[in-house]
């Protein structure tokens, strides 16, 4: 009975739980609102341990770089880094920001290939050890909660400008190059969620505006996406009949 209480407390309050189970009162407006918002925020989570994976494999397996703005992964990665500390250090449940720990690994591992198959090397492995550092003093307490606000406001005209990169990239290569489609149209629903949750379980106004822009920006690339989707088509078909 324990373990199912545990595992029922991520899901439902204590509240919700005496409302469901002990009062038989499944029509309650609050207890509804808060458990679609849990279990949105686990699904996220769970939905984000491969959110990325595609862009990295698409990256590792092609060996090359092409079409990615490096500025726009270095702004997204401090962007995450900022939402998961300042979410941390504040006490939010995990539910609310947790998804940003694992697209923070993955966006790490992004930059660090990046610079990798762009010839530097001995610059990825200073960078991933520089950002390891940042993560250790924010987790050790070392790092005032003032400066980390001041980093999750931020956030805000980062995601924007961060997102904006990257779309000013695509229009000028006339290509999305080695975007993945899955990861971002799996990034729009993602933070398109993450509003909903977001005022149901933090009720700070910081992070929803950060993910409405967030979501708004993401959608602006997918449209691209589409958009240069027969472009790429055209070009691979040109380029068999040359060869």
Known sequence: MEYIKAVSRLLFSEQCLDEYFTNLNFLHVQCFKATLSKSLGLAIIAGSLMVKVPQVVKIYNSKSSEGINFTSVLLDLFAITAMISYSFVSGFPFSAWGDGVFLGIQT????????????????????????????????????????????????????????????????????????????????????????????????????????????????????????????????????KKIK
Not at 139 to 144: A, D, I, Q, R, S
Not at 184 to 212: C, H, K, P, W
């Open 108 to 239: 790490l591992a992004i930059a660090v290939l990046v610079l990798h198959y762009r010839g530097d090397t001995v610059k990825a492995t200073a960078f991933f050890a520089g950002y390891l550092a940042v993560i250790t003093a924010v987790v050790t307490g070392l790092t005032p909660l003032n400066i980390l606000w001041g980093a999750q406001s931020l956030t805000i005209p980062i995601v924007l400008i961060s997102k904006l990169c990257q779309a000013h990239t695509n229009y000028k290569n006339g290509s999305t190059g080695q975007l993945s489609a899955v990861t971002m149209f799996m990034l729009l629903f993602g933070s398109m969620a993450r509003i909903f949750t977001s005022v149901q379980e933090t009720g700070d106004t910081n992070m929803i505006i950060m993910y409405v822009c967030s979501t708004s920006a993401n959608a602006i690339i997918v449209f691209q996406l589409l958009y240069y989707w027969n472009v790429d088509v055209e070009k691979k078909k040109k380029a």
